[in-house]
Each structure stands twice: as structure tokens, then as C-alpha cells.
């Protein structure tokens, strides 16, 4: 008889690979497996913050892991991995375009897997401007421009250039501009 219980008792065990411990599945009180709910596509701006959202449920608690592109992610600066009972977050600060991708939140516990998946799209909202619109910045750099000039720095390009006082020209101001009125008289 004492034999047959510890059978009868190891057949309620179920072994945790990820925790390599055995756990009595009697012991939790309505069992169930995990199921996720509420993560969907997503297009975010780059330079704003993407939060994905997985609502959880299970018994016991599963627990959550995100991927990206089948890799697993780990939380450092930009990213945040948080997990509540019902909840899990993913939330990365500051997208960029490489945060693109296909985004798996994987719950789990000792009765199975549940899964979900969203498609994150990062895109920026650049408009496109004219040359002469670029933003002019001060020089950083003194006595570029001659003869009264005025240095402008264009950072987008990264080039120093010059608005020359009258009567100048070149590009840090260095040539006098001469003036020439030609007038042709023809005879009669």
C-alpha cells in the first residue's frame, strides 16, 4: 500500500524544466492553462515610446517572456519588461526604426503555452524641405566670414557658409565685388 501512494503521488507530480523542481498539481486550486488576450499590430513614430500590452491569465500564474524577431528580449535602458498577475508590458523608450519587427509575448506555466503576436511598424515623420529652408544655427567658429560677413552653420549638412556685408562676395567673404556699369555708345 505505502508503495502504491507514492506512485499514486508521483503521477500529480509534473516536472518544470525551465525551475527543475517538481510541483503538486493538487495543491492548485482550480488549474488552468495560460491564455493571452489584447496585443495587436502597432505603427509607432520613431522617437516616441511603444507600449505593448498582453493581458494574462492562467493557473498557476504563468510566466511571461518577450520576443522580437524569435529572439529573446531583456530589459536595459530602453526597454522594460513588466509583468503583473493579469498584465505583462513591453515598453521600449525613444523607437527607432530598428525596433521594427514581429513581437511574440509567450506566457507559460506547468499546464502548457500561450501565445500572441504583434507587428510593430517605426516610422518617422520627417518632412522633406527645400534646401533653402534649412535651419540656420550661429557659427560655432569665429572670424570665419571677412570684411563684416555673417557665419551661419547648416548642422544637417554640416557646412560653415557666410551672408557677406555689401559690396562682397565669395564663400567666407574675401572677394571685393566690383561693380561695372558698361554703357555702349553707338555713333550715329
Known amino acids: 500500500m505505502g508503495h502504491s501512494n507514492t506512485l499514486n503521488r508521483f503521477s500529480l507530480l509534473k516536472w518544470n524544466m525551465k525551475k527543475q523542481f517538481f510541483m503538486d498539481k493538487k495543491k492548485v486550486v482550480n ?7 489584447g496585443l495587436s499590430d502597432v505603427k509607432v513614430e520613431t522617437l516616441s515610446k511603444l507600449k505593448l500590452k498582453c493581458r494574462i491569465s492562467g493557473n498557476p500564474p504563468p510566466k511571461v517572456v518577450w520576443f522580437k524577431n524569435g529572439l529573446k528580449l531583456k530589459a536595459d535602458g ?27 509575448c509567450l506566457a507559460k506555466n ?25 535651419r540656420k544655427d550661429p557659427c560655432p567658429r ?15 549638412v554640416k ?22 556699369l558698361s554703357i555702349d555708345f553707338q555713333g550715329e
Not at 159 to 180: L, M, N, P
Request: aromatic share 10%.
Open 31 to 37: 488549474a488552468k492553462a495560460p491564455s493571452i488576450k
Open 78 to 104: 530602453r526597454i522594460k519588461l513588466r509583468s503583473k498577475r493579469r498584465y505583462s508590458h513591453l515598453i521600449i523608450n525613444r523607437v527607432s526604426l530598428e525596433d521594427a519587427g514581429h513581437y511574440k
Open 142 to 156: 569665429r572670424n570665419f566670414c571677412l570684411n563684416g560677413g555673417v557665419c551661419i552653420y547648416f548642422a544637417i
Open 159 to 180: 557646412e560653415y557658409a557666410c551672408e557677406c556685408a555689401d559690396g562682397y562676395g565669395g564663400q567666407r567673404c574675401e572677394t571685393k565685388v566690383i561693380s561695372t
Open 110 to 134: 506547468v499546464l502548457g503555452n500561450a501565445t500572441a503576436f504583434a507587428n510593430v511598424i517605426a516610422a518617422t515623420t520627417t518632412t522633406e524641405s527645400p534646401f533653402w529652408q534649412l
